[in-house]
């Protein structure tokens, strides 16, 4: 493969990719062939093989199987996706053996420590093969063991599901990548990512949300994805009544005094420092959100929440006298890609405690960057739905359409081939999640969220993605096209 002999346990670790495991989760674009499957599997054996987790030693996140996946995923050619490897794996970490397996006698000896990443992603592996993805999941990150045990004091728990979306997500979304695509290493190095994350502060994801519920037990039918049955019309409203909607929770946090910004915290310290000044009235707002699993299709509901919240707060939190595309928030989009193929995998209990975790952290990460005010109005007034590359070439005119309709006929078309070659890691992805939720949700009529707290969300529809792709095309440069590069903003977006 590539002229490199790998051992057979990493190649099996990285065979080729399955398909999606349900029609919510995204789809794979034209274009993969067996170059490119071959390019894929190469970056992602060999980054397994060759370096850690981290790629400096204050911890910030190896991306290069995310990049190479999601291009794979988009058609990308072979030699693309092995340039961009060597350009992301020039700052790497080396990788290396940890100083003593982890067993499930020392298991919470060793989380939080980088050096144990080595013998945790083994461990994983062997769990994975044993016990099956779901089982494997639910155990080490959904069970009341491995996150509160009694006798231990609160800054010594495991809370393995608060680690699971600590570090912006990146833990769910290795392991979203593993189950969206069938690669059990990438599932292994995602958990063990995981538990290399710190616990900031105890309890935050408290130990009341693992103890059973009476709806628990509700079997996988009542369950099943709406999307999956026949006769289930696309509905022309949210559902409101005794539903409190995310939209509903974002507008209470917006609203109440106790989180407003007092402008912005040390960059280091911005997430843990949030939680100590404000992690209380988050989780207190929060635990209003319902989720019922007594209604069919409860779930995918749930799911299609996270999304247009994650992605409203980094689109309409950045529209301000133009637009601002804040690196965090872009991380709430990209994590939110992968909850369907994450669920697709969880008991009905276990898919409860992931949405409630994803939203705790969600919204925790919008009062981190300021907490901005949501104009609608303005955004839907002000933005555009069709991309406007740079250096385009002129398209003769079509009777009976509109020019730019023929310049364009395909939005995310354009979007999709500039966000391969873009250097950002982060970028394509992003772009690769606009696509998607537009495919699924892209018809949702203006009203459609009238019956939420949210002020102004009656103006919401379906081009919220598309916007918020051009937006994004527009504010880090369309470099394939010849402009030059930008890159995500770390400033916030504070008042």
Same mark, same amino acid.
């Given at each position: ?21 349900? *029609? ?57 996706? =092995? ?55 639910? =155990? ?143 989780? =207190? ?80 990460w919008f009062v981190v960057i300021g907490r901005p005010s949501l104009n609608f109005k303005s955004f839907f007034e002000s933005t555009s739905t069709v ?7 002129? *398209? ?100």
């Amino acid at each position: 493969m590539n002229g490199k002999v790998y051992d057979k346990k990493a190649e099996k670790l990285f065979p080729a990719p399955s398909p999606p495991p349900t *029609v919510l989760c995204p789809q794979r674009w034209p274009g993969c062939n067996p170059e490119s499957l071959a390019a894929m599997r190469h970056v992602l054996i060999d980054n397994h093989t060759r370096y850690h987790i981290f790629w400096n030693n204050i911890r910030f996140h190896n991306h290069v199987a995310h990049r190479a996946l999601a291009i794979y995923a988009l058609g990308g050619s072979g030699p693309v996706i =092995e340039a961009l490897y060597k350009q992301d794996s020039k700052f790497q970490r080396a990788a290396f053996v940890s100083p003593h397996p982890v067993t499930t006698q020392n298991f919470f000896d060793h989380l939080g420590d980088e050096n144990y990443y080595e013998a945790y992603t083994t461990f994983f592996a062997k769990a994975i093969d044993e016990k099956g993805v779901s089982a494997t999941l639910d =155990e080490f990150i959904f069970s009341e063991k491995y996150n509160f045990q009694p006798g231990r004091d609160a800054e010594s728990q495991p809370e393995m599901l608060y680690r699971f979306v600590d570090g912006v997500f990146h833990s769910l979304i290795h392991c979203g990548y593993g189950v969206e695509f069938g690669l059990k290493g990438m599932l292994a190095e995602g958990l063990s990512l995981g538990a290399m994350h710190y616990t900031h502060i105890p309890g935050f994801l408290p130990r009341s949300m693992f103890v059973a519920q009476p709806s628990d037990g509700i079997g996988a039918v009542m369950n099943s994805f709406a999307s999956l049955v026949l006769d289930s019309a696309m509905p022309l409203k949210a559902p409101s009544g005794q539903d409190t909607h995310a939209f509903s929770i974002l507008a209470r946090v917006l609203k109440d005094p106790r989180l407003a910004s007092k402008g912005p915290l040390n960059f280091a310290r911005q997430y843990p420092d949030t939680l100590v000044a404000h992690g209380d009235t988050i989780r =207190e707002h929060v635990q209003k959100w319902t989720v019922d699993l007594s209604k069919p299709g409860e779930i995918e509901r749930k799911i299609e929440e996270c999304i247009w919240t994650s992605s409203v707060m980094y689109a309409l939190g950045g529209w301000r006298n133009g637009f601002t595309a804040d690196f965090f928030m872009m991380h709430l989009v990209n994590s939110s890609l992968f909850l369907p193929s994450l669920v697709a995998y969880l008991s009905p209990r276990a898919q409860v405690l992931l949405l409630r975790a994803y939203l705790s952290s969600a919204i925790a990460w919008f009062v981190v960057i300021g907490r901005p005010s949501l104009n609608f109005k303005s955004f839907f007034e002000s933005t555009s739905t069709v991309p406007n590359p740079p250096n385009s070439p002129a *398209v003769p005119p079509v009777e009976g359409i509109p020019a730019q309709d023929a310049q364009t006929p395909n939005p995310f078309l354009p979007l999709v081939q500039s966000s391969i070659m873009h250097p950002s890691d982060h970028y394509a992805k992003i772009q690769r999640a606009f696509a998607h939720f537009s495919t699924i949700y892209g018809a949702r009529p203006k009203g459609y969220f009238a019956g939420t707290e949210l002020d102004g969300a009656e103006e919401l529809d379906g081009s919220l993605f598309v916007r918020a792709a051009v937006l994004t095309a527009d504010y880090m440069g369309w470099v394939r096209e010849g402009e030059e590069a930008s890159m995500w903003s770390l400033k916030g977006l504070h008042p």
